[in-house]
């Protein structure tokens, strides 16, 4: 077997979290090419086109999404198109919240549209507030504000600026990510492989490499493994089952989980917290999928 692993031409250098994964699909027969995706390449040559560090696209989210279709035609895109479609848009947390899942309280704010975010502040009864874009990752245009004057007046000026061009999510801010973090779940075709915890710098809340914040190795407890369970099965039965999935979360201060995100199109996987046999699970159920499909 010959597989694409899509990545972006400017991925950092300190990203080597899978390379023990990569070492690891040599013992199941799969050769490997790492590929940006923007790339001129004929994807046909391979057996499959697997997505994982395609850091770029969601500033180039039209170019991508249109490679997304071209792709497809050409190759087996793991996860597939009909997913990487729903989850490049954060809308896809209102269907899991009517399914029934646990996610944050929330506002929905429509592109084009005008919103008193006083007035929705005040609705809630919210102190403290949490705007975020719905396409975007790495904390893009994120803002968390207090509920006095001059945060509502930020948060006004920031949705003012916003709406116009894209959707945004308002959002109760949920302070204990600044001390417990986010926690993660990361699952293999189903199957529960390991979990993350990512704690921010002291008075930040983003979890990300980027600003400087810390991971850990961490057992998903039952409420957070139910919830990653309920919307792997949400997906499944919507699509397909996916191949790989992170679900992460955020906590209330009494301790109860939200899905923040299920993470299906380039999530970074931890492997440095999953070790060897995480590796050798997605190298498996990559391998038994692709066998699979060519069947």
């Given at each position: 077997m010959?597989?694409?692993?899509?990545?972006?031409?400017?991925?950092?250098?300190?990203?080597?979290?899978?390379?023990?994964?990569?070492?690891?699909?040599e013992n199941v027969d799969i050769q490997y090419q790492v590929v940006p995706w923007d790339s001129d390449i004929n994807?046909?040559?391979?057996?499959?086109?697997?997505?994982?560090?395609?850091?770029?696209?969601q500033e180039r989210i039209d170019e991508f999404m249109s490679w997304i279709n071209h792709v497809s035609t050409q190759t087996d895109l793991i996860n597939p198109k009909s997913i990487i479609e729903?989850?490049?848009?954060?809308?896809?947390?209102?269907?899991?919240?009517?399914?029934?899942?646990t996610i944050a309280?929330?506002?929905?704010?429509?592109?084009?549209?005008?919103?008193?975010?006083?007035?929705?502040?005040?609705?809630?009864?919210?102190?403290?507030?949490?705007?975020?874009?719905?396409?975007?990752?790495?904390?893009?245009?994120?803002?968390p504000f207090d509920n006095n004057p001059k945060g509502i007046a930020d948060a006004q000026k920031h949705v003012d600026r916003l709406t116009p061009?894209?959707?945004?999510v308002l959002q109760p801010y949920l302070a204990n990510v600044e001390s417990f973090g986010e926690t993660s779940g990361i699952f293999f075709a189903g199957q529960y492989s390991h979990g993350t915890r990512k704690v921010p710098v002291q008075g930040d809340f983003r979890v990300q490499d980027d600003y400087g914040a810390s991971d850990f190795g961490y057992q998903l407890s039952d409420e957070e493994l139910a919830l990653a369970q309920k919307a792997i099965a949400f997906v499944t039965e919507k699509f397909s089952l996916p191949l790989y999935a992170r679900v992460d979360f955020l906590h209330h201060k009494d301790g109860a989980a939200y899905v923040n995100e299920v993470e299906l199109i380039e999530p970074?996987?931890?492997?440095?917290?999953?070790?060897?046999?995480?590796?050798?699970?997605?190298?498996?159920?990559?391998?038994?999928?692709?066998?699979?499909?060519?069947?």
């Amino acid at each position: 077997m010959n597989i694409a692993i899509a990545s972006c031409f400017d991925l950092p250098d300190w990203e080597k979290d899978d390379l023990p994964f990569f070492q690891e699909l040599e013992n199941v027969d799969i050769q490997y090419q790492v590929v940006p995706w923007d790339s001129d390449i004929n994807w046909s040559q391979f057996d499959a086109c697997l997505l994982r560090t395609t850091w770029d696209y969601q500033e180039r989210i039209d170019e991508f999404m249109s490679w997304i279709n071209h792709v497809s035609t050409q190759t087996d895109l793991i996860n597939p198109k009909s997913i990487i479609e729903w989850n490049s848009h954060k809308r896809y947390l209102k269907d899991l919240q009517q399914a029934g899942i646990t996610i944050a309280p929330s506002e929905w704010l429509t592109q084009g549209k005008q919103y008193d975010i006083q007035a929705l502040m005040h609705q809630h009864g919210w102190e403290k507030g949490f705007i975020k874009p719905l396409i975007g990752a790495n904390a893009r245009e994120c803002l968390p504000f207090d509920n006095n004057p001059k945060g509502i007046a930020d948060a006004q000026k920031h949705v003012d600026r916003l709406t116009p061009a894209e959707d945004l999510v308002l959002q109760p801010y949920l302070a204990n990510v600044e001390s417990f973090g986010e926690t993660s779940g990361i699952f293999f075709a189903g199957q529960y492989s390991h979990g993350t915890r990512k704690v921010p710098v002291q008075g930040d809340f983003r979890v990300q490499d980027d600003y400087g914040a810390s991971d850990f190795g961490y057992q998903l407890s039952d409420e957070e493994l139910a919830l990653a369970q309920k919307a792997i099965a949400f997906v499944t039965e919507k699509f397909s089952l996916p191949l790989y999935a992170r679900v992460d979360f955020l906590h209330h201060k009494d301790g109860a989980a939200y899905v923040n995100e299920v993470e299906l199109i380039e999530p970074s996987l931890f492997f440095r917290h999953g070790g060897k046999d995480s590796c050798r699970l997605f190298a498996q159920s990559l391998a038994k999928f692709i066998n699979d499909t060519h069947l």
